[in-house]
Nanobody, 123 residues
């Protein structure tokens, strides 16, 4: 069982930046495909960004060029740097982990989720 703990959410004005972090309780973090998902009120949870064990990345079209996902295997942490934030980015953001990318290669999220962190973009 992998525990994921997110941090870094908050309130920011449109055009601002936030950085999210997610730390995993596992000795083999490097094998996991890590992802950030988000869920806005009344909407389905959606994939925002993903990074594989080989550092390949994948982004939702609407965040390309604004968000950057990265990982630090030495510290079991994945990051999401969010720039030029828009009100439509407002959501609860969830960290997700998938060992060996078994499920994510089938366009499914991994089995492990963090508790979520609220990101609100508003003036």
């Amino acid at each position: 069982q992998v525990q994921l703990v997110e941090s870094g959410g908050g309130l920011v004005q449109p055009g601002g930046s936030l950085s999210l972090s997610c730390t995993a309780s596992t000795r083999i973090f490097s094998i996991y495909t890590m992802g950030w998902y988000r869920q806005a009120p009344g909407k389905q949870r959606e994939l925002v960004a993903q990074i594989t064990s080989g550092d390949n990345t994948n982004y939702k079209n609407s965040v390309k060029g604004r968000f950057t996902i990265s990982r630090d295997n030495a510290n079991n942490t994945v990051y999401l740097q969010m720039n030029t934030l828009k009100p439509e980015d407002t959501a609860v953001y969830y960290c997700n982990a998938d060992p060996w990318g078994i499920r994510t290669t089938k366009n499914q999220p991994g089995d492990y989720w963090g508790q979520g962190t609220q990101v609100t973009v508003s003036s």
